[in-house]
């Protein structure tokens, strides 16, 4: 496999892009290739089954544009097509889940993990089995916070609304006695500093706060080098990104950059068929 | 055409059973097909190409199940795809936005109307030319309130989150001075009576609420009356309501609940692919 191939990043719609920019910032000379399903977003309200056949097609387009590795930017396809897609790919496959597991049982002193993601992850389990795959004295407490996704959608990311909203779900993590909170989908990075403010007023000053999108992008990191993957790096080179979009909807490029944490106007986007 | 055939109503997802729950209380004898494309959802966020495509796919799988008139129970399919639908099928077709918008006509003293919809909805401008289509001294203030979507199928309808929403959004709207507020999109009834409090706070006493259900429930009445297509009625005869979804996500019996306003439970629920 060439090195110098980009990496393929998969999501069902733009939040991916929180982890596309944890991946540019740590890893800033890899090519990357970012494919957005977001003519059937959201994935999190569907059947596995049909959750499958949608990751099937992205991931066989990726690979026809050449990557030499796929990140699955989505905790959603992460929880239940993961091991379809290493089954069926001749190339490393990484999710969000695990990295962000094994981040938050080193974060945790007691032990007691919380996770917030959309009911679909939630649902799936994949946190609890991915941390007691690194850790089995660890447990996991895992709640449903929907209303994060559209909030981060619409950019309404600070004050009160978000903030009562923040505080409904983490109080139920609060009433756990956790010590580590694991943001378990790709849109809540937006609220990191509110998570962070209200995690220490209510679950104690000492919760670590675990981002599941930084904590892929270093684990990505080392998976390159074991392999030998790493692109070459060259002074004054800089990794490009391309968009692929199944549905250019409107106030596109006002939410893309809003995930991407950097204007996309200038990137090459493109819309696809799949 | 037979008048003891079903009417079909279709929406992008489970919202439009609202819409269908008005008709059935309306028009209790009639037999209803309904089509919620959940596997697609949610439209307001897809482009106009998309949203006529699958509008296209989900028309045709009603036609083939004989029904006599399709009700567009969306505000997106009614606002982009209802040109393409008339022209195409040979039964009529009712949408959701013309009854909305001469229902507000109708409740408005002043001529200034107020509307709630999705971004999409707002966007398409459908609001402000199905009004000028039959009062062209009316104004109307359209403002997207995407937030109630998810808030509804949460069932987070009290409460001060939804309230604090709420507030913003008919804030927008008190500023210019409406006196009828239209609730354009399928979700936005279950929040009814917060919005008829907080309407009533912000921009009046006077402010009449007018909910598109309703109203499209009343002129699809009088559409089959006029077309000689009303079921024949007959003591002790209920209609039935038959449900076709394209995928089938978890919680799916609570959130149609919620919307039908009864259990689905016990009703004929089927998944099918288009």
Redesign the interface.
């Known amino acids: 496999m060439d090195r110098q191939a980009p990496i393929g990043i998969f999501d069902s719609g733009l939040g991916g892009l929180t982890v596309t920019r944890a991946i540019h910032d740590l890893l800033p000379h890899e090519q990357l290739v970012y494919l957005g399903d ?4 959201p994935y999190g ?3 596995p089954q ?1 959750i499958i056949r949608y990751a099937r097609s992205c991931a066989r387009h990726l690979q026809r544009r050449g990557i030499k590795l796929l990140v699955v930017a989505c905790n959603t396809v992460s929880a239940v097509a993961l091991d379809m897609l290493r089954v069926e790919l001749d190339i490393p496959v990484l999710g969000v889940i695990e990295p962000g597991a094994r981040a938050a049982v080193s974060a945790s002193q007691r032990g007691r993990i919380g996770v917030i993601a959309t ?2 992850t939630v ?1 799936s389990g994949a946190y609890p089995r991915a941390v007691a795959g690194c850790d089995s004295r660890s447990e996991v407490f895992a709640v449903p916070a ?2 994060l ?3 981060a ?2 950019g ?1 990311v600070d004050g ?2 978000p903030e ?2 923040i505080d ?1 779900y983490l109080t139920a993590l609060a009433e756990q006695h956790v010590d580590a909170i694991v943001l378990g989908c790709t849109h809540y990075p937006l609220f990191r500093p509110l998570i962070d403010g209200r995690a220490r007023v209510l679950c104690g000053g000492a919760t670590k706060v675990v981002d599941s999108a930084e904590a892929s992008a270093h684990e990505l990191r080392d998976l390159l080098q074991d392999r030998g993957l790493a692109a070459s790096e060259s002074p004054g080179m800089r990794g490009e990104l391309a968009m692929f979009v199944t ?5 596109f490029g006002e939410v893309a950059s809003r995930f991407l944490g950097r204007p996309v106007e200038g990137l090459r986007v493109e819309q696809i068929d799949l």
Chains 1, 2 share one sequence.
């Open positions: 977001t003519a059937r977003v309200t569907r059947s049909t009911a679909g649902l929907p209303l996704v559209p909030l959608e619409e309404w009160q609304v009562l909203v409904r549905d250019m909807p409107g106030r």
